[in-house]
């Protein structure tokens, strides 16, 4: 079950997909914020997921990116 919330703003698109915040920063780069209560190793497969599913579904058009966690 996916949870999405997507605001898109004149300039940037934002919002969270399964509790995960995520910002589309630029053409190349997608920003996730980790959870303080989640393990960096267990949180690896939830931001996989995450750019994944913005991928799929058409949010962000390269299959290649930088992903920046903010802790």
Do not use: A, H, Q
């Given at each position: 079950l996916t949870y999405l919330l997507i605001?898109?703003?004149s300039t940037k698109?934002?919002?969270?997909?399964?509790?995960?915040?995520?910002e589309i920063k630029d053409t190349n780069t997608?920003?996730?914020?980790k959870p303080s209560e989640i393990n960096f190793y267990d949180f690896k497969n939830r931001c996989d997921l995450?750019?994944?599913?913005?991928?799929?579904?058409g949010f962000?058009?390269?299959?290649?990116?930088?992903?920046?966690?903010?802790?």
């Amino acid at each position: 079950l996916t949870y999405l919330l997507i605001m898109f703003s004149s300039t940037k698109k934002s919002g969270y997909v399964n509790g995960i915040k995520f910002e589309i920063k630029d053409t190349n780069t997608i920003r996730i914020w980790k959870p303080s209560e989640i393990n960096f190793y267990d949180f690896k497969n939830r931001c996989d997921l995450t750019v994944k599913y913005l991928i799929d579904e058409g949010f962000f058009n390269k299959t290649k990116c930088k992903v920046e966690v903010v802790t």
